[in-house]
């Protein structure tokens, strides 16, 4: 019986990341084209089988209760199978890659698919732009400054000057082929070209505005508008205005910072402000002057009115970006003890000491507090 747990250096019950470790450090040490081993190949093709079935739920389970008799259920494949099935999940191409230094298309060992240049869509760009609250608030056009690469107009991105050629590496194919001798055989694969990039041409004299790049770097100048209620952190994408490539250009991404403002503070769509008011304000009532986002508006203030107060204006905040709504202003009122009085005003605090009951009552709660001691 083989013991596709010991071929791993594994106990039974080993974990399926356990598994997959020591399968893939074990892969690396035996493959045929690294190790010096003599039976180098054979101990490769024990421990892939081991970890196909190990790495297979329904392969393991069937083995660790029935041992070899395992592979007498339905669907069961050897090592040299025709079909390596859902479940066989361990990765050639990232093993061939640790041995060969280059991209290894798995889709040309089963004969599938050809692997293809990855296109160039170019890249995206971020600036950074700084508004002040009121701008943010009710929205602003900014005009943004920044450099990005750009295909070359004199050239047209070739990097040429003049004629193309096709390329002495590819034959103008675009693509090196490779072969690669593997436990399974000998197979071709295919990467794009290093020289010419999978394009086939190169120039024969290269272009002078970009020295044969294909690309410059320019400055650009762009208008963006900028929605009401934007908020620090927010972005605009502005499609296509990033960086080119050969096959694209990228985005631009606006991200947003706005300033503190001097009296509002903000919360999402809401805006929060402290003002002061007398005391005889606090105690009297009265209706006073508040600032809001479009100027002043009147607020009424109830006979009694504590410190720390908080009222409530509707509609008075932040408009939501793309939205007809609006948030709300709250005012925080703060009940200011006069410092300095004037004789008069002083006569009059006694007067209204003597009419009040505050101190009556704090003696009475002292009185009750210190008889339950």
Known sequence: MTDYYSVLGLKKGAS??????????????????????????KKFKEVVEAYQVLSDPEKKQNYDNYGDAYKNFQGYQGYGGQSYGAGFDFDFEDIFNQFTGFDFDLGNLF?????????????NIKVELSLSFNEA????????????????????????QGELKD?????????????????????????????????????????????????????????????????????LRLQGKGNQGKHGEGDLYVLVFVEMHEIFKRDEFDIYAEIPISFSEAAMGATIEVPTLKGKADLKI??????????????????????????????????????????????LFEKLEKEEKTAKKRKTFFQRILGKF
């Open 302 to 347: 109830p006979g009694g009115t504590q410190t720390g107060t908080i009222f409530k204006m509707k509609g008075k905040g932040i408009q939501i970006v793309n939205s007809s709504s609006v948030g709300d202003e709250y005012i925080k009122v703060i009940v200011e003890t006069p410092k300095k009085m004037s004789k008069k005003e002083k006569e």
């Open 137 to 160: 608030v009710f929205g602003v056009t900014k005009d943004i400054i920044y450099e990005r690469i750009v295909r070359c107009e004199k050239c047209g991105g070739s990097g040429a």
């Open 167 to 235: 390329c002495d590496i590819c034959k103008g194919r675009g693509v090196e082929i490779r072969q690669q001798r593997t436990p399974f055989g000998i197979f071709q694969t295919q990467t794009a070209c290093h020289k010419c990039h999978g394009k086939g041409k190169i120039a024969e004299n290269d272009c002078k505005e970009c020295n044969g790049n294909g690309f410059i770097t320019k400055k650009e100048k762009l208008s963006v508008k900028i929605p009401a209620g934007i908020a620090t952190g927010n972005h």
């Open 16 to 41: 399926v990341d356990e598994i997959k470790k020591a399968y893939k450090k074990l892969a690396k040490q035996y493959h045929p084209d690294v190790s010096k081993e003599a039976d180098a190949e």
């Open 111 to 123: 004969g599938s698919r050809t692997k293809s240049a990855q296109k160039d869509n170019g890249s």
